[in-house]
């Protein structure tokens, strides 16, 4: 039978001229920062708003909307090739790249095979990808790398649309072991290393975490004792909490490990003492994979997901390497075991030496955003040909509806696929930010660029990585029956991505890192805690810092300025009256847990106890502060978009995105006076009439994400889906399968409509 499509019908369609790229074949043509979205109004110094278009039906069907972008009469056209250049940022020439040389292998493994066919499998793809040159990108020319802190997590996020073991396996052998050699190791280490690792003559791993400490690196157990006589370290597991736990590529393929320590040293007439937490690099395997002596590993078999990274314990008895294996670019022992750093305090070596780790944080979030717009693109494709029950009263030769016309569906998918757009804006500028800072002269960096970076990665990591929880497992439910079949992808995808919420960080310990770099940067800047002033007075504060460090400041400013207050006219789709409200929350939740916290300082007070009272209003006043970070990239965005019709589009979506946080929150609104009962109904309207805009909008929007037709595997994302027969004299419909064919090829959704502003 002929499968009926979605796409717009030649009666409805204006003409324009023929796309240059399909959908899912490619996206920006070159690399470099993409094109960038400013509204008219902010061209012409007006204040950066506007108010969007309705369009479409109450079905929103693609039939029912008009386009945009290449001009067409009074009509112009935004193709997927527009949105995929929005969201390429800086490197888009690394996602043509991965688009053009990822192996093939990537996107049709097969996690249901046995454990160790399918952990040789994996590891052969991160060796094909090896020999494909990109993952050298971040490492430092000297060594053979490329020299591109920004193109090697970009790198890496383009796997996350492919099998996720390969993902983490690439990751921990290039991102984390070489990752930690490199921004931890001096020059000779990385002449040593790196040229081996990034031809893969060596395979690595990353051992920190401790079967008792996971987040709580401080009190890592396993050490490492200078003896001054041999010129080695000692390795030494004391007892089973202290085993290295969970880590990838430890139980079958590492040779090596950068094994993070307690180093015990004294000098001459010194008695030996704990330094601190530091790393080294000691070897686990011979040539032919056998265990080295004193090195014991246990397999922790079988996870709920990511089963192609073989995870492992590892304990060390007597282990020794030379001295020259501590990496030592923040602290050295000398041969007669004297310890020195430049670091004077031990508490400012630790956060340094794990702040220059911070990439793995960035590079998760932006695996974690791949998945998730690969579950999007399975969800909505499906959304868009299923159809379930005929309308109320219509005759049995109607056709069923198709799934994403009925409001709950655009609820479920719809604000997801908005967010999705919102974090990765913010995923380049972040990316962007890690670049600058880590390709930046050697002591250009302050401690509050550094502190700033540093939030943002594990603000950013803790969100894009519960979205990403939430997303997938909403995509699964909205494809019924079919998103629990392994064929398509998603049950394999929520297995894979649920563990991103707790490793390289647990997202609550990092909200709460968060928390705390606000409250010390904060009373940095405007004093002491117990001298803050009023709510507005902070807001004010909490402005003038997001002024200086954001990247659309001009536009932020106006917009702020320019934003009603409790007005109940004021339009909710005004990005400066959304912003204030953010703004307006982050100050209000800030000056709350700081005022809570003033009574640890009270004499006679338990200051643990005062502080673990106030972790639930800390956790929201940094969800907050993140939420209002997020938004200033899509602001940045759209301050820098030079298509109005795309500019349009991503207004929309980032009210549908900005709109559904407040209404998340509404009941915080309420109680503090931004919103009336009244008002706050009309938040819920407005999500509903964006969700329905929108809808048209879907196809769209999904294939702006760039992703290659053939690395969509799902059956149910390419129109294997029984469609309803009529039953000649009956009135009823019968379903088959047979001759189902793609709904929409890359022609048909080259262009897809969209109202001009």
Known sequence: MTQTTETPTPATTPTAAPATAGPTTAGPSSGGTAPAARRPEQRE???????????????????????SGARSGDRAVVTPADLTALLSGRWGWVREEARATLPAGIFTTDPSAP?????????????????????????PREVGGGGDVGASVVQFEMLGYGDLSVMIK??????????????LGSAEHHRRWLPATIAM???GCFAMTETGHGSDVANLETTAVYDAATQEFVLTTPHDGARKDYIGGAARHARVASVFAQLVTGGPGEEPRGRGVHCFVV????????????????????????NGVDNGRIRFTGVRVPREDLLDRFAQVAPDGSYASSIESPGRRFFTTLGALVRGRVCIAAGAGAATQQALAVAVRYGLTRRQFTRPGADGAQEEVVLLDYRAHQRRLMPALATS??????????TARLHDLQSAPEGSVTDDDQRELENRAAGLKAVATWHATSTIQTCREACGGAGYLAANRLPQLKADTDVFTTFEGDNTVLLQLVGKGLLTGYAEDFGELGTWGTVRAVADQVRSRVMERTTARVTVQRLLEAAPGRDEDADLRDRGWQMRLLVEREAHLLVGVARRLRRAKAPGADAAAVFDDAQDHLLAAARAHVDRVVVEALVAAEEECEDDATAELLAR?????????????????????????????AVLAAVNELCRELRADARLLVDGFGIPEAWITAPIAHGA???????????RTTTSTAGAAPVEDSAAVAAVPVQAG
């Open 45 to 67: 110094g007006r204040p950066a708003r506007r108010r969007a278009t309705g369009r479409g039906g109450e079905r929103g069907d693609a039939q029912n909307g008009e386009q």
């Open 115 to 139: 454990l160790d066919v399918y952990r040789d499998e994996v590891m052969g793809l991160v060796r094909e990808l090896a020999a494909t040159g990109s993952p050298a990108h971040g490492f």
């Open 170 to 183: 690439s990751g921990v052998h290039f991102g984390l072991f070489g990752g930690a050699v490199q921004s």
């Open 201 to 203: 003559e060596t395979v």
């Open 283 to 306: 070897p686990l395997r011979d040539a032919d994979g056998a265990l080295l002596p004193g090195v014991e590993v246990e397999d922790d078999g079988v996870k709920a997901g990511l």
């Open 421 to 430: 757009y919102v974090l990765q804006l913010a995923q380049n500028e972040l």
């Open 653 to 681: 979506v980032g009210d549908l995105h900005v709109l559904s946080l407040v209404e998340r929150d509404r009941a915080w609104y309420l109680e503090h006076g931004w919103l009336t009962p009244g008002r706050s109904k």
């Open 721 to 731: 889906v029984p469609q309803p027969t009529p039953v000649p004299g009956t009135g």
